[in-house]
């Protein structure tokens, strides 16, 4: 298992963009130029390294720099920087940085992130999902549950990061 992990984390090494972002294969955002979304990717990516007990690593690293340079004034993310935000961008991205909580310009951004999250739950943003989705023809689709799942994940894991004990928080597996 170690060896697959070691490997899994230099493809991940390889990978990473030169701003330190990751793409991913099969989320984009139409308002990127070519459709990518590095804040979803980066997001996912740092997750993994967060439950992998990574964080301390130089990708990592980047990565976080990367995505704290990517939040809106609004305290929120789209697909890039400047992109306008979204619920499901903003609690992958919230999510990620909670394993960098420690972090004053890590722990500021979650504090907007998941506010910004809490007005959106409270005024029904959640019920509209964005596209986010991207097929191989360009065909978007948005998923009415991301927005939901994705924004329970992010604050229940900052009230575990709040409360010092995100045994709460993670997912069985973890």
Not at 9 to 26: I, K, N, V
Not at 89 to 105: F, I, P
Not at 139 to 147: D, F, H, N, T, V
């Amino acid at each position: 298992m170690s060896q697959a992990i070691d490997r899994g984390l230099a493809y991940l090494t390889a990978t990473q963009g030169g701003d330190g972002s990751w793409l991913p294969l099969w989320f984009g955002n139409q308002s990127v130029p070519d459709h990518v979304n590095p804040v979803y990717g980066t997001s996912r990516v740092l997750a993994a390294y967060r439950d992998l007990d990574q964080c301390e690593s130089g990708p990592a690293g980047r990565g976080v720099t990367m995505l704290l340079s990517a939040q809106n004034a609004d305290g929120g993310w789209g697909g890039a920087q400047g992109i306008a935000s979204s619920v499901e961008e903003t609690a992958v991205a919230v999510d990620a940085l909670t394993g960098w909580a420690a972090r004053r310009d890590a722990a500021e951004a979650i504090r907007r992130g998941a506010a910004l999250l809490a007005d959106w739950i409270q005024a029904g943003a959640i019920d509209r999902p964005s596209p986010i989705g991207l097929y191989f023809t360009k065909l978007w689709y948005s998923e009415r549950l991301y927005p939901i799942l994705w924004s329970l994940e992010a604050l229940g894991r900052v009230l575990g990061v709040i409360e010092g004990d995100s045994r709460e928080t993670d997912s069985p597996g973890r």
